[in-house]
């Protein structure tokens, strides 16, 4: 069965998130701290937040939504529009106001007019036209660039206005808008390098040292200044768990992000400090089927039986996660407990299996992000293979690289753990979420049924018609096992109890702009 843990704070942590900076919400965060930081009722103003993360950034993959951005892309960049995760529905960041026809065919977007780059240019309409042919382009291999294919025309009207045609309704336009930063089209070539970083947020791109830190400052000319509370942000680069966890207790951080889920919940726990639950992610253990012996779904279900999701559960992830065969939140319209617990711990299926598909003697390499919780993941995700005859090796991978290797679909060994964010809906996953696609997943896993299925979700409207299609896809994805999730969770960081208003995106990225200090007693 299933096991849908209900998490330690995890009512309090998403209120907080949705709430920004109401007194309550820091109340139920702040009570596992010692009573050592004044909260005043209201922000203070000015300071440096300074903060870490185990991955480098990645300047020059913003519309992929990269890891290594989790803590810059929203401070520094902005989208049309972000949904609410109370209410579900898009509220306007740079698009002003917007309408979409009747027919679900067309949308016409009104700007903000008071929106300029940190270069001092004016946000127009040809600056939205120039992302979205980014994020159309399969060359730049951006978050949701298939829901951008379905965009048949875009025109400007005027400066401040834009017109969006499509090829069939597309319900999914806000997950699109979600992830799809604005860039400056004049500045753009200079991202990658980090040289100049132009964008419209509260913070200015102010320096980056590769595999060092990146330091943002805030943007004097925002047109919301006097809400941004923090003078600066830097984000330091530390790679070792164990040092990011020293950092934190010391003090030389006052905000780490990527240490292992069960250490960010231990020290949680510890006086001074808060656990931050944000988004969720989903853990898939995904397969190349173009290789022997994954050609053969009874090997490739077999490596599902063989896994135990509980122990990955209890280890890694310190209790906080769901063990689930099934991509989804647990809320999703359609949900289903029996297709989520379709793969359970059971090795002796997982031998029967590999026996039927005459897979003997396996050794095989797997994909990971070079993180800490990929690495525990892999250690039991190993054991649990050679207990059933399989020789499982590593090849850890940092974010930049792997994020590349994603986007070609060309992973370099027949099985690789991925990590995916579960904030989209079905329908908007299948077409935005890489391991999922029905055409040029990394899987290279596809057919006629699938495909089929993949389109039925994308289509559905009213309750009843989303459940009856959830649960067809459902069924198949499980059948194939191309991509089963081992576990979803959160994400957990760990901050400062002095640290106070970080919220998050729908997608999981972290937003420090309402961010601030209160000052020690």
Request: glycine residues 8%.
């Amino acid at each position: 069965m299933v096991r849908s843990r209900r998490r330690w704070g995890g009512a309090a942590a998403v209120v907080c998130a949705l709430a920004l900076l109401l007194s309550g919400c820091r109340s139920a965060v702040q009570q596992q701290g010692a009573q050592d930081i004044t909260v005043p009722d209201t922000p203070q103003d000015g300071g440096t937040l300074v903060a870490a993360q185990v991955q480098d950034a990645d300047p020059g993959s913003f519309l992929k939504t990269s890891i290594g951005n989790i803590l810059t892309e929203y401070s520094v960049l902005e989208t049309l529009t972000r949904i609410d995760q109370k209410t579900g529905k898009p509220e306007g960041v740079l698009a002003k106001s917007w309408k979409v026809a009747a027919n679900g065919r067309s949308m016409d977007v009104v700007l903000r007019d008071d929106v300029t780059f940190h270069s001092g240019a004016k946000l127009t309409a040809a600056d939205v036209l120039f992302t979205l042919k980014k994020v159309r382009d399969p060359a730049t291999g951006a978050a949701n660039q298939r829901v951008a294919a379905v965009i048949s025309g875009m025109k400007a009207v005027g400066d401040d206005e834009l017109k969006l045609t499509f090829s069939r309704p597309l319900p999914n336009i806000y997950d699109l808008f979600e992830t799809m930063p604005v860039l400056n089209p004049a500045t753009y070539d200079k991202y990658a390098a980090g040289e100049v970083v132009d964008g419209t947020g509260p913070f200015a791109w102010t320096s980056w040292t590769p595999g060092g830190k990146v330091v943002l400052t805030k943007y004097p000319k925002y047109r919301d200044a006097d809400d941004i509370h923090l003078d600066k942000i830097q984000i330091n680069v530390i790679t070792d768990p164990t040092a990011m966890i020293s950092a934190i207790r010391s003090g030389r951080i006052q905000y780490g992000v990527g240490m292992g889920a069960l250490d960010a919940y231990t020290l949680s726990r510890q006086p001074g400090f808060q656990l931050i639950t944000a988004g969720g992610s989903a853990i898939p253990l995904t397969f190349d089927v173009s290789k022997k012996p994954f050609d053969d779904k009874r090997v490739r279900q077999a490596f599902q039986y063989a896994i135990d999701r509980e122990r990955i559960d209890r280890q890694v992830e310190g209790g906080q996660a769901t063990a689930t065969s099934l991509p989804w939140r647990t809320n999703t319209v359609g949900y289903d407990e029996k297709q989520a617990g379709r793969y359970h711990y059971d090795p002796d299926k997982a031998r029967k299996l590999l026996a039927q598909a005459g897979a003997k003697d396996l050794s095989v390499e797997m994909v990971t992000l070079n993180s800490p919780e990929a690495t525990g993941i892999f250690q039991i995700v190993r054991n649990n293979l050679e207990a059933v005859g399989v020789d499982l090796k590593a090849v850890p991978l940092a974010a930049a690289e792997f994020d590349g290797r994603l986007a070609s679909g060309t992973m370099g060994a027949p099985v690789f753990l991925q990590q995916a964010s579960n904030g989209l809906s079905p329908a908007g996953a299948v077409v935005g979420r890489a391991e999922l696609l029905a055409d040029g997943n990394p899987s290279h896993y596809g057919d006629d049924r699938y495909t089929a299925l993949s389109r039925r979700l994308t289509v559905a409207t009213g309750a009843h018609d989303q459940k009856a299609a959830l649960r067809a896809w459902n069924d198949h994805f499980l059948d194939q096992a191309f991509a089963v999730p081992l576990i979803t969770r959160p994400s957990m960081t760990v901050a400062s109890r002095a640290v106070q208003g970080i919220t998050y995106t729908q997608m999981g990225f972290m937003d420090l702009n309402h961010v601030w200090l209160a000052r020690a007693r």
